[in-house]
T-cell receptor
Framework: AAGVIQSPRHLIKEKRETATLKCYPI?????VYWYQQGPGQDPQFLISFYEKMQSDKGSIPDRFSAQQFSDYHSELNMSSLELGDSALYFCASSLYPPGTGNSPLHFGNGTRLTVT | GENVEQHPSTLSVQEGDSAVIKCTYS??????FPWYKQELGKRPQLIIDIRSNVGEKKDQRIAVTLNKTAKHFSLHITETQPEDSAVYFCAASTNFGNEKLTFGTGTRLTIIP
């Protein structure tokens, strides 16, 4: 079965650079969630989208922005990167709109961002 | 907002014995409680979940119990095997799961052969 696809798998950037992470949800899933997981930490919710509109926002820094496109893939844009942004970034998708269904989150394999 | 606490942070269990991980949550509106298993550098994988209208759920060697009054839920793994070694996260959300998850801090489970 198709899963959530994230690219790239690994990304190395220097401080103050920008990075773009991509997420392709499971086909027919139109809800996407982004999570950030620091070393030894639990995943922290960043932001979510449904039908190309932001549906919820968590602890996402102002330096980060995200959007969902017409094909439902999502991109997380990170600017002015800091050392503390080094983490695993997971995308998850869901079949139903937020708050309406019985739909467990399916996580992608993540993008490991290293800021040097 | 929701706050989920998880204990213990590390747990070592002899192979074949049982392991229990406990979580408490703060938001009485939470009604969906999944458990994820995460191996090093890999994605969290859902292993079992429970909704607030159910007190207990079992899937082979894995079971989860929920006490809504006390706002706590537990993961039970019986007949543990070396491949059960991983970090386990509990989580909570409202709207029966189709919302953002608030995760616990994780339990590193080590099965001793």
């Amino acid at each position: 079965a198709a899963g959530v696809i994230q690219s790239p798998r690994h990304l190395i950037k220097e401080k103050r650079e920008t990075a773009t992470l991509k997420c392709y949800p499971i086909p027919r899933h139109d809800t996407v969630y982004w999570y950030q997981q620091g070393p030894g930490q639990d995943p922290q919710f960043l932001i979510s989208f449904y039908e190309k509109m932001q549906s919820d926002k968590g602890s996402i820094p102002d330096r980060f922005s995200a959007q969902q496109f017409s094909d439902y893939h999502s991109e997380l844009n990170m600017s002015s990167l800091e050392l503390g942004d080094s983490a695993l970034y997971f995308c998850a998708s869901s079949l139903y709109p937020p708050g309406t269904g019985n739909s467990p989150l399916h996580f992608g394999n993540g993008t490991r961002l290293t800021v040097t | 907002g929701e706050n989920v606490e998880q204990h213990p942070s590390t747990l070592s269990v002899q192979e074949g014995d049982s392991a229990v991980i406990k979580c408490t949550y703060s938001d009485s509106a939470s009604n969906y409680f999944p458990w994820y298993k995460q191996e090093l550098g890999k994605r969290p994988q859902l292993i079992i979940d429970i909704r607030s209208n159910v007190g207990e759920k079992k899937d082979q060697r894995i079971a989860v119990t929920l006490n809504k009054t006390a706002k706590h839920f537990s993961l039970h793994i019986t007949e543990t095997q070396p491949e059960d070694s991983a970090v386990y996260f509990c989580a909570a959300s409202t709207n029966f799961g189709n919302e953002k998850l608030t995760f616990g801090t994780g339990t590193r489970l080590t099965i001793i052969p």
